[in-house]
Nanobody, 127 residues
Framework: QVQLVESGGGLVQSGGSLRLSCTAS????????TGWFRQAPGKEREGISC????????YYSDSVRGRFTISRDNAKRTVYLQMNSLKPEDTAVYFC????????????????????WGQGTQVTVSS
């Protein structure tokens, strides 16, 4: 079992930045992928970014490409999401998820493809 803990959320003004962290513990492995999802009130969970553990390949949704950057520190078992130029529409609960069988390609992220999830961290962007 893998346990994931997100941190770094908070309240920020429009145009500001935040860095989210997703730290894994338990039975972690050096393959598979880690993804970031978000869910705003009344909306479906949206996959916004992922990174492959094997080769570092990354994916970004159209809604965040150019503003968000995903990275990883294998020694710390942590995946980061640097979020710049934040907009009010980025307000949501942000979740990280991982799956040992999933390869982060250029395909749209589907929540059902990821087995292990964190509890989420709230990001609120004020206008």
């Amino acid at each position: 079992q893998v346990q994931l803990v997100e941190s770094g959320g908070g309240l920020v003004q429009s145009g500001g930045s935040l860095r989210l962290s997703c730290t894994a513990s338990g039975e972690t492995v050096d393959y598979g992928s880690t993804g970031w999802f978000r869910q705003a009130p009344g909306k479906e969970r949206e996959g916004i970014s992922c990174i492959s553990s094997s080769d570092g390949h990354t994916y970004y949704s159209d809604s965040v490409r150019g503003r968000f950057t995903i990275s990883r520190d294998n020694a710390k078992r942590t995946v980061y999401l640097q979020m710049n130029s934040l907009k009010p529409e980025d307000t949501a609960v942000y979740f990280c998820a991982t799956d040992v069988m999933y390869y982060c390609s250029d395909d749209e992220l589907v929540p059902g493809d990821f087995k292990s999830w964190g509890q989420g961290t709230q990001v609120t962007v004020s206008s």
